[in-house]
């Protein structure tokens, strides 16, 4: 996991080529206005999916994992909490892996929390489960699908 302001992205290029057609796109958009829905940066390779949702209790969000996609995560109308855990040690309830949706889920609990503020980014790599959407409000926020 990373967390990073959304100026800062150019330092990740070289762990992920197709993190820099990411990063573009951020630059090329104005992110707060962007309407909800998919945005297809590369295809399955690399897209953006605009999303509205209300957020949830600790409790109520669970960790979850991707085998395919690296999630690059830009709150964007308000901070947003994120649990984290590494996937390996991750064992309880896990969930039948979705090869459509390219996620399962865990009933572990997170061993950190962190807040990411708007237009800032935090990058979940596949060995990294997350908890998203952990607050009290309802949240614009935009993830980008990163093919691994």
């Known amino acids: 996991m990373i967390i990073d302001s959304i100026l800062g992205m150019e ?8 993190f820099e057609k990411a990063f573009i796109f ?21 897209y953006a999916i605009v999303s509205e949702n209300d ?18 995560q830009i709150p964007v109308s308000t901070s947003e909490t994120f649990g984290w855990k590494d996937r390996s040690l991750c064992n309880k309830g896990e969930s039948k892996y979705d090869a459509k949706k390219d996620i399962a889920f865990f009933e572990d609990s997170p ?19 997350h908890a998203p959407l952990i607050g009290n409000e309802k949240i614009k926020k935009i993830v980008i699908k990163v093919k691994v």
């Open 55 to 72: 957020m949830k209790s600790p409790v109520e969000a669970k960790l979850e994992v991707h085998n395919l996609y690296i999630d690059i």
């Open 11 to 18: 330092r990740y290029y070289k762990m992920n080529e197709r």
């Open 26 to 46: 951020l630059r090329s958009n104005n992110i707060t206005t962007l309407e909800t829905g998919r945005y297809d940066i590369d295809g399955d390779n690399v």
């Open 111 to 129: 061993d950190a929390y962190c807040v990411v503020k708007p237009l800032q980014i935090v990058l979940f790599f596949p060995h990294d489960a």
